[in-house]
Nanobody
Framework: QVQLVESGGGLVQPGGSLRLSCAAS????????MGWYRQAPGKQREVVAD????????NYVESVKGRFTISRDNAKNTLTLQMNSLKPEDTAVYYC?????????WGQGTQVTVSS
């Protein structure tokens, strides 16, 4: 059984940075997609960024391009989201996602709040 555990959320001022991490355990396939999603109050969950294994191809939602960077370490089964130049509209619960074998697996989420 695969488990995903996020860490690194918190409160940051506009313009600041945060780094989210996701540790995956269990049976991880060599071919998969890992990503970060977020859900703000009253809004639908949206994909922020994802990265494919083994190609390493990345995708970003337009609103975070140039500010966020997704990366992964397959040897350690970790996923990272470096978030710079944060804006109040980035405030949300951020979820780690693993898609493999036709299934979506989710972490418990971590709160990111951008406020002065």
């Amino acid at each position: 059984q695969v488990q995903l555990v996020e860490s690194g959320g918190g409160l940051v001022q506009p313009g600041g940075s945060l780094r989210l991490s996701c540790a995956a355990s269990g049976s991880i396939f060599s071919r998969n997609i890992m990503g970060w999603y977020r859900q703000a109050p009253g809004k639908q969950r949206e994909v922020v960024a994802d990265i494919t294994s083994p190609s390493g191809h990345t995708n970003y939602v337009e609103s975070v391009k140039g500010r966020f960077t997704i990366s992964r370490d397959n040897a350690k089964n970790t996923l990272t989201l470096q978030m710079n130049s944060l804006k109040p509209e980035d405030t949300a619960v951020y979820y780690c996602n693993l898609y493999q074998g036709g299934r979506d697996i989710w972490g418990q989420g971590t709160q990111v709040t951008v406020s002065s």
